[in-house]
């Protein structure tokens, strides 16, 4: 598996990073400006895919993914301030695990 995520990686180049921005960023501000949890969902399925082809990639560790799957879980709590979390579990995976 990790010979065609390189694929993938290596065939979008510089590019990558960009692309997974883009599908943060998208998936992030989609709520607000098109209210369709099809379309919610069906963007949170390519986000995961990226996220995943990335994390193979890049080998990050299982216990830093768990970390981001945690934050990723809790944003999804229906308390206030959670989706927070969402954004943190990005940042993190984004700034320390993706080495």
């Known amino acids: 598996m990790r010979d065609r995520c ?5 065939f979008f180049g510089d590019s990558w990073g960009y692309i997974g ?3 943060f960023l998208g998936w992030f501000f989609l709520v607000w400006f098109v209210p369709s949890i ?4 069906a963007w949170s399925l390519l986000l995961l895919v990226w996220w995943v ?3 193979v990639d890049r ?4 216990w830093k993914m768990a970390v981001v799957i945690l ?3 809790a944003g999804f709590l229906p308390v ?11 940042v993190v995976y984004w700034m320390r695990f993706r080495e």
């Open 6 to 10: 390189f694929e993938v990686v290596s």
């Open 21 to 23: 921005w883009g599908l």
């Open 80 to 90: 206030p301030r959670a989706g927070w979390l969402t954004i943190a579990a990005w």
């Open 59 to 62: 080998e990050v560790e299982w």
């Open 38 to 41: 099809v379309l919610w969902f």
């Open 71 to 73: 934050l990723l879980g």
């Open 53 to 55: 082809i990335d994390a």
